[in-house]
């Protein structure tokens, strides 16, 4: 309900009349001056727009609103609200990727911009840090990924940036992989670490990440694990943490470290 | 034991995505812009659970964040990128039929909505496809309730003019 009648303008007043939004004084009021006023009941008839079609029409639009993808976008919110949330961590966090991977299949969704928060918890251990890859690479999918248009500008100053924060050398020859197309070179942070994450495409399976922390120790060495239907390897060298991880199969992930780490390693 | 903000918004978030994303889809007229402001949507919603009052409108609330999020973020990078209106359409295209006859005439009316300069797009959005009183409006749009009115006013005398444009005759059902 709206104020005094005399507080706004004609066309304001008569639209308030059509939506019922007057006061019970000023609707009589009104009204009474509608009866008498020829010129003003045009003006009404002027702003009668029905309103029914528009409600109508927009709520088609309701049926074509891209549910799966929503829901994935939802359910990233919640991972990575929850991951702030020490009480809930563990098991949110699994019940969570577990429901991105069933809706990730049909869905197709990609978040165009991982925000570096993802990566962020309190803890030390190799475990959460796989964890949180794990759950941000459950969220893309092979055609979004390759995608994503790629300016080579663009991308020899990503790489700089991200090579020297992790005083690096990570020129073109050095993040090229056979089979697979760089599509994104990102400074991230885990637990106030830098981590650089190189994002592939491949036309043969789902996207490949190598990240790399600027953290010494770690494993050493690593074999090919599983995890929510990601195969990766992890493993440490000079003063750096490597892990590969990917929609690829096991023994490609392996050929792919060997080649990493033969180019990394000290 | 009581609901707590964030179990609530956990609770029904889901159900009004349609919703998030069709008011995003309004305000910015571009689809992968509201796919992105119904993330951002659901980030800050959760971030900022402590704010919402249990009890209270959800669906009031979640559209605040969103126009919050548009107006102070993406307006300014969708206008440098010089996106235009969606095709009308596109952006109905259902399967089925029998919807055919029905979407024609929607796309129509979607289409003149779209056109409206976004003040009077959005406070049309809210009044009279979401259903939201002038009060309500006025707060999820910060102005007085007396704007919503003249912004109404204008909007349903541009649409009439369209509508002339388009030479329909006009039909309430």
């Known amino acids: 309900m709206v104020a005094r009648s005399e507080d706004i303008g004609t066309d304001a007043l008569l639209v308030a009349y059509l939506d019922g939004e007057l006061e019970p004084k000023a609707h009589e009021e009104l009204e009474r001056r509608l009866r008498s006023d020829a010129a003003l009941r045009a003006r009404l008839t002027e702003l009668a727009e029905g309103v029914r079609p528009i409600r109508a029409s927009l709520d088609v639009l309701l049926k074509a609103a891209p549910r799966p993808r929503l829901e994935m976008a939802f359910a990233s919110a919640v991972v990575k609200a929850t991951r702030r949330d020490r009480r809930y961590r563990r098991l949110l966090v699994a019940a969570a990727a577990a429901l991105l991977l069933l809706l990730g299949g049909a869905a197709g969704y990609f978040i165009a911009k991982p925000p570096a928060e993802l990566l962020e918890e309190a803890g030390g251990d190799e475990d959460q840090w796989i964890d949180a890859v794990v759950g941000q690479m459950s969220l893309y999918d092979a055609a979004s990924v390759a995608a994503i248009e790629v300016d080579e500008t663009k991308q020899k100053a990503e790489l700089a940036k991200v090579g020297q924060a992790l005083n690096l050398y990570l020129s073109e020859p050095m993040v090229t992989l056979e089979g697979l197309t760089l599509k994104r070179a990102e400074l991230l942070s885990f637990q106030g670490h830098q981590v650089a994450q190189l994002l592939y495409a491949s036309d043969e399976h789902g996207p490949v990440e190598l990240c790399i922390m600027a953290q010494p120790g770690g494993e050493s060495e690593g074999e090919v694990e599983s995890r929510e239907g990601l195969n990766f390897i992890y493993w440490a060298a000079g003063g750096h943490r490597f892990l590969l991880i990917g929609a690829a199969p096991a023994n490609r992930i392996d050929a792919l470290a060997d080649k990493v780490a033969a180019r990394f390693g000290t | ?173």
Not at chain 2, 79 to 86: D, K, Q, Y
């Open chain 2, 1 to 173: 034991m009581t609901a707590t903000a964030h179990d609530v918004i956990i609770a029904e978030l889901p159900a009004l995505l349609p919703r998030l994303w069709r008011y995003g889809l309004v305000l910015s007229r571009d689809h992968a812009t509201a796919e992105d402001l119904v993330q951002a949507t659901c980030v800050r919603a959760l971030e900022r659970s402590s704010q919402f009052a249990v009890g209270t409108r959800l669906d009031r609330w979640l559209f605040s964040i969103l126009r919050s999020i548009w107006i102070n973020q993406l307006r300014a990078q969708k206008i440098r990128a010089g996106h235009g209106l969606i095709d009308a359409e596109e952006a109905l295209v259902i399967e089925g039929a029998e919807q055919i006859e029905t979407n024609i005439f929607a796309a129509q009316v979607f289409r003149q909505v779209q056109m409206l300069p976004e003040t009077q797009r959005e406070t049309v959005f809210l009044v009279y496809v979401e259903g939201l009183t002038y009060q309500e409006a006025a707060s999820v749009l910060n102005v007085p309730p007396g704007t919503i009115m003249s912004r109404l006013a204008a909007a349903r005398l541009k649409l009439r003019n369209l509508r002339e444009q388009a030479g329909e005759g006009f039909q309430e059902k």
